[in-house]
């Protein structure tokens, strides 16, 4: 049975980007549309939407009916990434607190003690799938769609980002504060409490991912 459009572009945008992180297209290629549509087996359609959500994330450039070009990878991409990410993620968490009925609660508690688990086994993987359901749950108890969809594709680009790089011990540890915290203001149903704690997980998120990516030798230097 053919899927359905969202999930067929949601398919080619992780498979792109993910050959992207993984150097397969390195800045400065050519993401040629037909090439593409032809390698996956679809229309045009859903690769060029696909590369219009990769421009969006900024990874890469628009080329006017030919497809796309990869753009360099930058701190000042990284940054702007977050930049669209703390704000939504401190909105949902407001909001969540002031609209989630006990049953949502609940399943962010149980996604927080999946998070934990996964930290203290200290496996990369098993904590970055626990780290999308647990901003998920936030996300769905907040009832703002929107809101949602565009911060857990921010989200998805961070932890692409993330991925195959080992989460030290005191970034684990700073991220369990930090959803404690958040989790104790979403009970409390204080959402100026879970706002304030939300931004705080985005802004440190930035500023380790920030480190690790310039530490692998991963960043360029941005364009003069």
Known sequence: MPQPAPLVTD?????????ILAGAFPPG??????????????????????????????????????????????????????????PLEALLAARAA???DAPALQHIVARQRD??????AGRTDAVLAAEHAFHRAIAEAADSPEAATLALRALRVVLAL?????????????????????????????PIGARDAAWRHATTGCAWL???????????????
């Open 162 to 190: 993330s991925a195959g790089r080992t989460l030290p011990r005191a970034r684990l540890a700073e991220e369990r504060v930090q959803h404690r915290a958040l989790l104790a203001a979403l009970m409390a149903r204080d």
């Open 115 to 120: 998070w934990e688990a996964a930290a203290t």
């Open 210 to 224: 920030l480190g690790a990516l310039k530490a692998d030798g991963v960043l360029l230097a941005a364009p003069r």
């Open 11 to 19: 398919r080619i945008a992780d498979a792109l980007r993910d050959a």
């Open 29 to 86: 290629a050519r993401l040629k549309l037909l090439h593409l549509a032809r390698h996956f087996g679809v229309s045009p359609l859903p690769v060029r939407e696909a590369l219009v959500r990769l421009a969006a994330e900024q990874f890469v450039e628009l080329l006017p009916n030919r497809g796309a070009q990869v753009r360099a990878l930058t701190g000042k991409v990284v940054s702007d990434i977050y930049d669209v990410r703390g």
């Open 98 to 100: 002031e609209r989630a």
